[in-house]
């Protein structure tokens, strides 16, 4: 079954320092989507993207946060100047299409961890 | 405004049956819910639309009542591998954005 990857699967900063965490939606997928969830907290959504543009964000999706395609397959979160409470598990999900009715199928996440 | 989910957590034996509810204050056009385990991505389980429909996905139902805004999950004959943390995420508008509820942690014992 197709599913969603992502890499790495934990990535270790210095506060103040870029990170890229990257996604590879599946195949026939054309919304994708990051979400952020806080160590024992609830899945927030950040950011939704379609057609190469965000579609929606989040007010925790602020200018140090950036997504890109930079390709056919790979879909991108750039966090620039990195903070401690970044840290965090964040999950790349795609959808077939973006109605109401189609599920969004999540990765395995990054582990996030700003020292 | 994010969904509210109720009970915080519940634990089981293998066999008895749970229900997790899922309300919300904001018109609602579908309800989504998953399965997380511990440091696992959350799994889709099922999505149910706005008309009050009534969806199966093994011993795993749920339903939607437009009117009460509400969903309930309902588990029956529970397994030990049904343990993990149940969301549900809704959907209010045409953004397609899932706002996610606190969760559910599920504990099946033998």
């Known amino acids: 079954e197709p599913e969603v990857t992502q890499t790495p699967s934990h990535q270790v900063t210095q506060m103040g320092q870029e990170v890229i965490l990257r996604c590879v939606p599946i195949?026939?997928?054309?919304?994708f989507y990051w979400y952020r969830q806080i160590l024992g907290q609830k899945v927030e959504f950040l950011v939704s993207?379609?057609?190469?543009?965000?579609?929606?964000k989040s007010e925790i999706f602020d200018d140090q946060f950036s997504v890109e395609r930079p390709d056919g397959s790979n879909f991108t979160l750039k966090i620039r100047s990195t903070k401690l409470e970044d840290s965090a598990m964040y999950f790349c999900?795609?959808?077939?299409?973006?109605?109401?009715?189609?599920?969004?199928?999540f990765g395995d996440g990054t582990r996030l961890s700003i020292l | 405004q994010q969904p509210v989910q109720s009970p915080q957590a519940v634990i089981l034996r293998e066999g008895e049956d749970a229900v997790i509810n899922c309300s919300s204050s904001?018109?609602?056009?579908?309800v989504h819910w998953y399965r997380q385990k511990h440091g696992e991505a959350p799994v889709f389980l099922m999505i149910?639309?706005?008309?009050?429909e009534q969806k199966g996905h093994e011993k795993i139902s749920a339903s939607f009542n437009e009117k009460k805004q509400q969903s309930s999950l309902y588990l029956t004959a529970s397994q030990l591998s049904y343990s993990g943390t149940y969301f549900c995420?809704?959907?209010?508008?045409?953004?397609?954005?899932?706002?996610f509820g606190k969760g559910t942690l599920l504990t099946v014992n033998p």
């Open positions: 999900a795609s959808s077939r299409t973006g109605g109401n009715n189609q599920p969004q199928h």
């Open positions: 195949s026939n997928h054309l919304y």
């Open positions: 993207f379609y057609n190469n543009e965000i579609s929606e």
């Open positions: 904001k018109a609602l056009y579908s």
């Open positions: 149910l639309l706005k008309g009050g």
């Open positions: 995420g809704t959907i209010g508008g045409s953004n397609y954005k899932l706002t």
